[in-house]
């Protein structure tokens, strides 16, 4: 993909260095990316509200499902919380909390059930020391640093090569934007990896049966597939300022 965006540079003693063919690609990525995240959004906004209004069969609240798939896993030092909001579920290794927002925490429905199993499969992970959530916890402070700073750096960097025609900055400010688009991809294997063992103990305890394990898991592939959307909207970020600093320099 980099090497097509890379083609059609030219030089015009006119006009400069013109934006051509790859700067179109790259804004045309950017709009497609942007209309399938706006898709999957409301896909997943319709999915969750339709499970939302089918009572779970053991009519347990999340609350009472987090707790019990913490205890069968033998996890009993984290604690189940409520949050405010909508879909602000996360589980948060830095105090040791599930937190689940007022559409799970007190509703007994297909959608608690799998919302709570999810982050309680976060939960797991960080119990068992799976690789993938280890590393996406270091690059926390990472990205919170580069996520506040690279678009300054890369604006800078412009600046700069106005003056001096190196684009040192701009790939700077492009290395820190890479750093967002690393822990967008980190996340993936988290959040599938969550969602399958979600499904699998949903299945394994009886807490659902065979059609509403299918709802749980049509609702866990959608809130999936934000993070797919997430992580090519990072990298195709990434492309775009590499044709944006190639065009101007």
Not at 69 to 78: K, P, R
Request: aromatic share 8%; with cysteine.
């Amino acid at each position: 993909m980099l090497a097509i965006l890379q083609t059609g540079f030219h030089y015009s003693a006119v006009d400069g260095y013109n934006y051509d063919g790859s700067y179109s690609l790259a804004i045309i990525l950017m709009v497609a990316v942007a209309v399938v995240g706006m898709i999957v959004q409301m896909r997943l906004k319709a999915v969750t509200r339709h499970y939302s209004e089918q009572p779970s069969p053991r009519g347990m609240t999340g609350r009472e499902i987090a707790e019990k798939m913490l205890h069968d896993n033998g996890i009993y030092n984290v604690t189940v919380t409520n949050v405010r909001g909508h879909l602000t579920d996360h589980f948060d290794p830095t105090t040791m909390t599930v937190n689940l927002s007022d559409d799970v925490y007190n509703a007994a429905t297909i959608t608690a059930a799998a919302v709570a199993a999810h982050e309680c499969g976060h939960a797991v992970q960080h119990a068992e020391g799976y690789g993938p959530i280890r590393l996406r916890s270091q690059l926390v402070p990472i990205v919170n640093f580069s996520s506040r700073v690279a678009g300054w750096v890369i604006l800078l960097g412009i600046v700069m090569m106005s003056f001096t025609n190196s684009a040192a900055l701009c790939w700077v400010g492009i290395a820190l934007v890479a750093m967002s688009a690393l822990f967008a991809v980190v996340t993936l294997p988290v959040e599938y990896n969550a969602s399958q063992r979600a499904v699998a103990w949903l299945e394994s305890s009886g807490m659902l049966g065979d059609r509403e394990l299918d709802g749980a898991h049509e609702a866990l592939r959608w809130a999936a597939r934000t993070y797919l959307v997430a992580a090519l909207s990072a990298i195709v970020t990434i492309l775009y300022y590499v044709v944006l600093i190639k065009n101007r320099r």
